[in-house]
């Protein structure tokens, strides 16, 4: 299983960015996939997640609102919408994949199995 990000760069503070991650190889064995972020001298941080059968998604009650998490019918590809951002945003986004669906701690990084590269995220002031 692969996983790879895209969408990241450079925006202004107030922009609205998209990332997208797809998902090759044995696809069948993602149920569910979540979204973190990692700021430089920082603990990787979770953003969201989303389910495969339920489409049931978690978020980062601090993100919540400005954050959206979804995905395409098959769940090769998972997006996160990020609105009004700022440079407190500015981290590297990873996308991670669980076998699990009912993930029963989704913001931990222990909990999923396959993880991407990451994309880079830069907001200015």
């Known amino acids: 299983v692969q996983l790879v990000e895209s969408g990241g760069g450079f925006v202004q503070v107030g922009d609205s960015l998209r990332l997208s991650c797809a998902t090759s190889g044995l696809t069948f064995k993602i149920n569910s996939k979540g979204w973190f972020r990692q700021a430089p001298g920082k603990e990787r941080e979770f953003v969201a997640a989303i389910t495969k059968t339920t489409r049931r998604t978690y978020y980062n009650e601090a993100l919540k609102g400005r954050f959206t998490v979804s995905r395409d019918n098959d769940m090769n590809t998972v997006y996160l919408k990020m609105d009004n951002l700022t440079p407190e945003d500015t981290a590297v986004y990873y996308c991670?994949?669980?076998?699990?669906?009912?993930?029963?701690?989704?913001?931990?990084?222990?909990?999923?199995?396959?993880w991407g590269q990451g994309t880079q995220v830069n907001v200015s002031s």
């Open positions: 991670a994949g669980a076998a699990s669906e009912g993930l029963l701690f989704p913001a931990k990084t222990g909990s999923y199995t396959y």
